[in-house]
């Protein structure tokens, strides 16, 4: 599976200069927020696949006013064709935004997602716009990670974790990170293609989890 994630800047060669064999065999785009409304609903259409996307720390025009055909994963977990997604955007709280988080408000984000993923026996993608702690993050407390990433990575162990928040620019800049979890972290900012194995998630309805699996083999066919 052929993923192109974005984050944080337009890139004027997908928007500006766009050309269909730029995203040739892309079979999903994952936004990591802080991104123009225009731009999302320009890619979702000129690439036609399906774009799930967070907000970040600049985004709270999308809260009134989200992207049309685009699909928000905030607070939320979904299953896409067996593909588990769970998406918390927003960034370290430094000001007044309600996109921005303290470390506390995080992990209860989290927590209140745990029955969720549960019940789904885990998730595969974490869609996130701010780094782990440690993780691709800076020490300024606007580009601080969450630690509770950490926390969740180790428990669940998810095969990709997406982000943005820390530009090129702003130095140590690392694109990809091996987590201690076994996780594979990818800073998308602007914007990056990757190949994922096919069988980095289970097959739909296959989780593991026997109630789960037969909902969605009941009802989800």
Not at 52 to 69: A, I, K, M, S, T
Not at 130 to 153: K, R, W
Request: proline share 5%; charged share 25%; with cysteine.
């Amino acid at each position: 599976m052929k993923a192109l994630i974005v984050a944080d800047v337009e890139s004027m060669s997908l928007w500006d200069y766009y050309s269909p064999t730029k995203t040739q065999g892309v079979d999903v785009i994952f936004a990591c927020g802080d991104m123009k409304k225009e731009y999302l609903e320009f890619l979702v259409t000129v690439v036609n696949r399906p774009l799930f996307y967070v907000r970040g720390n600049h985004d709270e025009h999308l809260h009134e006013n989200p992207p049309e055909g685009c699909i928000c994963v905030e607070d939320d977990v979904i299953d896409f064709h067996g593909m588990r997604i769970l998406g918390l955007g927003g960034s370290m709280r430094y000001g007044v935004s309600s996109d921005m988080y303290t470390e506390k408000q995080m992990a209860k984000r989290i927590q209140k997602l745990r029955l969720k993923v549960k019940l789904m026996n885990g998730f595969d993608i974490l869609l996130a716009h701010a780094p782990a702690h440690g993780h691709g993050d800076l020490p300024d407390i606007p580009h601080q990670g969450f630690e509770c990433f950490n926390h969740l990575l180790e428990e669940w162990k998810p095969s990709y974790m997406f982000h943005g928040h820390v530009h090129k620019e702003y130095g140590n800049f690392n694109r990809r990170i091996d987590h201690p979890s076994g996780t594979t972290i990818i800073n998308g900012y602007d914007h990056i293609i990757i190949d994922m194995p096919d069988d980095f998630h289970p097959p739909h309805g296959n989780t593991g989890n026997k109630t789960y699996d037969w909902y969605v083999k009941t009802f989800h066919r």
